[in-house]
């Protein structure tokens, strides 16, 4: 009786997670130009194929891509050195 129930909750976490799994989108910013949200919400939904961005019409509107800022990776750890061997 409880496995119905724990199908359907495992079947939705499942199609969730989907979304979730695909490439991230960037940011996307017209470089010295004021905009506002829904000038570039306009142009993005001219610009959908679809369910995918096409980046070219971005492009042509004036937008681009821009990642956010991520911290730099830390550097690995240096192996300690031993002397008197």
């Keep these: 009786m409880l496995i119905r129930p724990a199908l359907g909750i495992l079947a939705l976490l499942l199609l969730s997670e989907s979304g979730c799994a695909s490439k991230e989108e960037p940011l996307w910013q017209k470089l010295g130009k004021e905009y506002t949200t829904a000038e570039f919400n306009r142009d993005r939904d001219s610009c959908m194929k679809g369910r995918k961005l096409d980046y070219a019409c971005m492009k042509a509107k004036g937008w681009e891509p821009v990642s956010p800022d991520r911290p730099e990776p830390s550097p690995p750890p240096s192996p300690e ?5």
């Excluded at 050195?81 to 061997?85: A, E, F, I, M, Q």
């Design 81 to 85: 050195r031993r002397s008197g061997y």
